[in-house]
Each structure stands twice: as C-alpha cells, then as structure tokens.
C-alpha cells in the first residue's frame, strides 16, 4: 500500500512536507509518526504501509529543515530549534491528522527525540496511546566507559561548535543522517548536558505529569544511543502515564541486529511490527 504526498501547515503556518497512507478497512485508529532527528519520512514509508494493511491511517512527515521540508539551497540561517520541532511541526500534523482521519483515536509513534516530545506537544491530551522505539533520556552521563567519552565530546564539544562553525550541523558528511539546522543542534546539545534532559533544562516537569496516554516504549538491547539507564530515565519524564519499558533482545527478533534504526526495516514485519500493531489496534 503506497501513501499519498501531501503538504499541511505547521501550528506557526509554514508548509511542511508529509505522506498520508489511508486504510481500505479503517480500523477507526489513526497513527501519527514522530520521527528522530535528522531521519526523513520515508524511513517509515514500510511501516506506515503495514499499519494500513491493518485497518490504520498514517501520517509520515519531516520536520521543518530535514527532507521533504527543508528549504532549497543552504540550511545557514535558517531558523528552527527542536521546540519548534514539538511544538509547531508534531501538533500541525496532529491538526492535520485529526482532520484527515474524522474522528478515529489519534496515537502517536515516537522514535528516539519522537518519543521525548510528546510532553511539549500543544493539544497532546488528544493521544489515547503512545509508542516509541529507542527514545531514551539523552543525557550524557547515563553512557558508560567509551560511550560516555563519546557523549560527552558531541554534546559539550562537537555539536555546538561545528554548528556554530558552519551555520549548520552537517551531519551527512559524518554518516550520522540528515544535516540539522544550527538552533536545532545547538538546543539538543543543551539538554544532553542537562541531568534531567529536556524537562529538567526546560523545566517543563509539570507540562510532562500531564501527558497521560498509555505509553509502551521498545528499547533493543543493542541499541548504543539508548542504553539501558537512558531508556528508563526516559519513561521517568511521564510520571502521570501508565508505562512499559519492552526491552528487545535480537535474538527474539530472528537473531537480526536491530540497533537504533532496525525497528523499521521490513525484515521484521512478523515480530516487532506486529506486536506494536496488536498492540495498538486495542487503544
């Protein structure tokens, strides 16, 4: 099943880019995808796909300055943070996906910094579930050893400098996704030296004590940008959520890595995606 490319706005008016795959039996369920960053859309064009085999409609899309909604030519100067990211770009698509879908319970699928935002999302009480894959509490010192060395030097020394250098992060040129937006990386970096993430350097604890919505969070146990620690400091961000931390050994998964980015590959259709799809299909 292929989706069809759209265009909607941002809560501020700008146009951003989507796809939107619509069911042949509704399911009256319609699932949003909220991506990580710097990952276009299309990386869960298979996924949606599968979802509306299932009975639900689903909207891909990229966040302003990555993919689709990026602006032609040079990212430099262009303007945008990841606040921008939850609170205009993820409630548009949500504005948009209510409007599309008529009525059906809206969910929201979060990947990594997907995940995170659910708390800053204006109109989040509308979600009646939540699923995320490898979000986690990015804050540096819950790596261990050479992973938090590594931590340390992208989010004290790396982000913030080359994005300041360059006027962007360019992050294709080290095989690390999509180039970010300067004010994106800037403001990422800022969290992940924060203890408390996001809520903590936002202070924004009471805004996350209000998402409610079920959450259950997929963590692989090979996944280095989510290890352990970080993925429960995640689920800690939403203390009024009934929550569930689904660690994922490979081996249950037909002994395939799955890492930070597996969970959407195909190959995986009869044991991840169908679990959430189950899952889902009862909120």
Not at 177 to 191: N, Q, R, Y
Request: hydrophobic residues 40%.
């Amino acid at each position: 099943m292929s989706g069809t490319p759209i265009e909607f706005a941002a809560r501020d008016g700008l146009r951003l880019a989507g796809t939107l795959y619509r069911p042949r039996t509704p399911n009256r369920r319609a699932v949003l995808f909220q991506a990580a960053a710097g990952v276009k859309q299309e990386y869960y064009g298979k996924f949606a796909a599968y979802l509306a085999t299932r009975g639900f409609a689903a909207l891909t899309f990229d966040y302003r300055g990555i993919g689709r909604s990026r602006p032609a030519g040079s990212l430099r100067g262009f303007r945008a943070t990841m606040r921008d990211w939850a609170e205009k770009d993820i409630a548009g698509a949500l504005d948009h996906l209510q409007r599309a879908s008529q009525g059906a319970r809206l969910i929201g699928i979060g990947h990594s910094f997907g995940g995170q935002a659910f708390g800053l999302v204006p109109g989040n009480e509308r979600y009646v579930a939540a699923l995320t894959f490898g979000s986690q509490s990015g804050y540096w010192g819950h790596w261990a050893g050479s992973g938090r060395i590594g931590m340390w030097f992208l989010t004290h020394v790396f982000l913030p400098g080359v994005s300041r250098l360059s006027g962007y992060c360019p992050s294709r040129r080290f095989g690390q996704g999509e180039d970010l937006p300067k004010g994106v990386a800037i403001e990422w970096a800022s969290w992940c030296r924060h203890p408390g993430y996001v809520v903590g350097k936002l202070h924004a604890q009471e805004a996350y004590a209000k998402f409610k919505a079920p959450i259950r969070a997929y963590v692989a146990t090979d996944d280095s940008y989510a290890p352990a620690r970080a993925a429960q400091a995640f689920l800690e961000f939403y203390p009024g959520a009934t929550r569930r931390l689904m660690p994922v050994e490979p081996q249950a998964a037909g002994g395939e890595p799955i890492g930070h980015f597996g969970y959407f590959r195909e190959r995986f259709q009869e044991s991840l995606w169908k679990d959430a799809a189950d899952w889902l299909a009862n909120a």
